[in-house]
C-alpha cells in the first residue's frame, strides 16, 4: 500500500446500495456498491483511504445545469412523477431517465463526490471515485440514463484552480457526447473519447473535432484488447503526451466489457487495467470515474481491478472467501444472469482478449495522426 501521504483516495457513498432505476431499466443492477465491497472484502480500503461523497448544493450544480433543470429534478424526487413540461423540456421520465426514489440525491451526491475530488487533488494526488462518469447529461435535460453530468462538473473545477491543460479521457462504450460538447469552445479542456462506432448517441465519428478541442475513436464493434492497446499506444498515449496536462480525469466505464448487454465490444478488464497504469505517470492529478457498465460481475470487478492498479496492489489468482461471497451474492435478470461462468465468483481479472488487429485500427491511427500530430 502507497505512503499515507500518497495514498490514492477512494470515494464512495451508501445511496448507491439498494437504488435501482427500476426492475426493467439496465441500472437495476447493484455497481458501486459492488465494488465497494469487493475493495473492504480484499482488506483494501483502510479508513483513511476512503471518503463519503457530499450530496452537490443547487449552486454547486447550476456551474453546469440551469436552475430551473435542477428544480425540476427536485421536484420529480418529492412527488415521485413528472408534468407534461418537465417531460418534453427535461427528458425526465422519459427515454431511459425514468421517476425513481433517489432520482435527485443520487445523482447530486455523485456530483458531489466528484467536486470533492477535484478539491482533494488540487495540489496532485490519484482519486478513484466509481460513482461519477455520468456524461452525457445536459445543461437543461438528462440524456442517456444521466441526470447530472458530473465530469463536466469536476472539469469546471479544476479549472476554477487555474488549471489550462486537462485532458478528459472517455473509454465507456458510448460516445462522450454531453463532455465534449460543453468544452468544444474551451481549449483548456482536451476531450478524448474511445467508443463503438455508431453505437448511441450515434455521434463521436473520426471527423467530429468540435472545434479542434476534441478527438474522436470509433471503435469497430467486437474491438479487442490488442486492437484497444494498439490505437491507445499509437494515438491516445502521444495526445496526451503532447499536451502535457496537468490533470487528467478517465471515465472508465465498463460497458466496453465483453459481457455486457448494451455494447458489442470485446475488451476485458486488464485494457481498463492498463489505461489506468498508463495514465498515472503522465500527469500529477489524476481522477478515475465509472460510467457505463450494466453487468453487476464484470462492473464491480473491474472497478475494484482499477482501484487496485491505482494503488500497485498485488490482484489475487483466487478471491478470499469474503470477496467471493460479495460476487456469489449478486442476481442479475438477463439471460447472462442465469448461468454465469465461475470466474465472474473467484477472480477479478478477467481472460485476456487479444486478437487480430483488423485493417480498421491502423487507418483510424494514421488519420488521427496525420491531422493532429503533424511531422
Known amino acids: 500500500m502507497p505512503a499515507e501521504a500518497s495514498r490514492p483516495i477512494y470515494i464512495g457513498s451508501e445511496i448507491y446500495r439498494n437504488s435501482s432505476y427500476g426492475p426493467k431499466h439496465p441500472l437495476a443492477v447493484p455497481r458501486v456498491s459492488v465494488c465497494t465491497d469487493l475493495c473492504r472484502a480484499l482488506g483494501w480500503l483502510p479508513d483513511g483511504a476512503y471518503r463519503d461523497a457530499p450530496m452537490a448544493s443547487d449552486a454547486d450544480l447550476s456551474r453546469f445545469h440551469t436552475p430551473e433543470y435542477v428544480a425540476a429534478l427536485r421536484r420529480a424526487e418529492a412527488t415521485q412523477q413528472t408534468t407534461e413540461t418537465d417531460r418534453r423540456r427535461h427528458k425526465l421520465g422519459v427515454e431511459g431517465n425514468p421517476v425513481y426514489r433517489e432520482m435527485f440525491r443520487r445523482p447530486a451526491i455523485s456530483a458531489g463526490g466528484v467536486l470533492l475530488a477535484a478539491q482533494l487533488t488540487a495540489e496532485g494526488g490519484i482519486v478513484h471515485c466509481p460513482g461519477g462518469g455520468t456524461h452525457h447529461g445536459r445543461p437543461d435535460h438528462a440524456a442517456g440514463f444521466c441526470f447530472i453530468n458530473d465530469p463536466v462538473l469536476g472539469l469546471l473545477a479544476w479549472c476554477d484552480q487555474g488549471l489550462t491543460r486537462i485532458v478528459y479521457l472517455d473509454i465507456d462504450a458510448h460516445h462522450g457526447d454531453g463532455v465534449q460538447d460543453a468544452f468544444h469552445d474551451d481549449p483548456r479542456v482536451l476531450t478524448i473519447s474511445l467508443h463503438e462506432a455508431g453505437r448511441w448517441p450515434f455521434s463521436g465519428a473520426l471527423a467530429d473535432r468540435a472545434g479542434g478541442a476534441a478527438y474522436n475513436l470509433p471503435l469497430p464493434s467486437g474491438c479487442n484488447d490488442t486492437e484497444f492497446r494498439t490505437l491507445f499506444e499509437a494515438v491516445v498515449l502521444p495526445l496526451i503526451r503532447a499536451h502535457r496536462p496537468q490533470a487528467i480525469m478517465l471515465q472508465a466505464g465498463a460497458d466496453g466489457l465483453e459481457e455486457d448487454p448494451l455494447a458489442k465490444l470485446s475488451l476485458s478488464n486488464n485494457t481498463h487495467c492498463m489505461v489506468a497504469a498508463a495514465l498515472r505517470g503522465l500527469t500529477p492529478r489524476l481522477l478515475v470515474l465509472g460510467g457505463g457498465g450494466y453487468n453487476p460481475w464484470s462492473v464491480g470487478r473491474c472497478w475494484a481491478a482499477i482501484w487496485a492498479t491505482l494503488n ?15 460476487l456469489r451474492g449478486l442476481r442479475f435478470d438477463r439471460a447472462a444472469g442465469r ?12 481472460p485476456p482478449r487479444e486478437g487480430p488487429v483488423r485493417a480498421e485500427i491502423p487507418r483510424l491511427a494514421a488519420a488521427i495522426l496525420k491531422e493532429s500530430l503533424p511531422a
Do not use: K, Q, Y
Not at 500497485?312 to 460479495?326: F, N, S, T
Open 339 to 350: 448461468n454465469p461462468p465461475v470466474h465472474w465468483f473467484t477472480t477479478l481479472r478477467d
Open 312 to 326: 500497485d496492489l498485488p490482484i489475487p489468482d483466487r478471491l478470499p472467501p469474503a470477496a467471493e461471497a460479495v
